[in-house]
């Protein structure tokens, strides 16, 4: 029998201040809201589980940005269960925005689009990038890079029988909308059409049985949606 097609989770972390009034949150280590840590908590046991969509025996690894936001999502969402294998990687953290505005006159850390654009006119961060920050070419490069290491992992599982079927990444807002954009082969600046919601869930595979095929399978599951 056919190995079923492996799996990508792209999970966005939960509600935070500046999430909630849209300020851009890159390198501020900002926590999740009492409310961000009850909706996250009270999808757990729907999200993970034995026979549920993340499922601990399917699991073969978790990317977790080292963000505290990050972090503590992967930590409710796995509370009832096992604490899978899991690396903190840097390369899952959020678009660099550069330093926080009030140590950083050009940086945008911390503001809203309003504020950049009051700034910068015209300035998308699609094409711009952040002055101080990461460009979009390094965007581009940095998820790349990450969706070489999943493909590995499904490639092992799929072409080899090494590890299991699915792989996790708990991480942000930008760096989910680009990977969404590069997992299927777009160019990053169409990241600018994929709404990633706080605590939303978006899920990865293949068409076709084919590794060579990238699909989007879902994106926004279990988001509260405004």
């Not at 660099?96 to 309003?114: N, Q, V």
Request: charged fraction near 25%.
């Amino acid at each position: 029998m056919a190995r079923p097609m492996p799996r990508l989770f792209l999970i966005r972390h939960g509600e935070t201040e500046w999430s909630m009034n849209g300020r851009h949150t890159g390198r501020s280590d900002i926590p999740l809201t009492a409310r961000g840590e009850e909706e996250i908590s009270s999808r757990a046991d729907v999200l993970v589980g034995d026979g549920k969509p993340i499922d601990p025996k399917n699991l073969c690894t978790v990317f977790v940005s080292p963000r505290i936001r990050a972090h503590k999502t992967f930590h409710l969402l796995f509370s009832h269960v096992e604490t899978p294998h899991h690396i903190l990687t840097e390369e899952a953290r959020e678009w660099d925005y550069g330093k926080p505005f009030l140590f950083a006159h050009r940086d945008y850390e911390g503001l809203k689009p309003s504020e950049i654009q009051a700034l910068n006119p015209g300035w998308s961060i699609w094409t711009d990038g952040c002055p101080n920050g990461e460009s979009a070419q390094e965007m581009a490069n940095r998820v790349d890079t990450v969706i070489e290491r999943v493909r590995e992992y499904h490639r092992q599982y799929k072409e080899e029988g090494i590890n299991t079927r699915d792989v996790v990444i708990v991480a942000h807002g930008h760096f989910s909308r680009v990977l969404l954009a590069r997992w299927i082969n777009f160019p990053l600046r169409l990241g600018t059409h994929f709404n990633v919601e706080p605590g939303g869930v978006a899920v990865l595979s293949y068409n076709h049985n084919n590794l060579a095929e990238p699909a989007m399978d879902a994106l926004n599951l279990y988001a509260h949606l405004r």
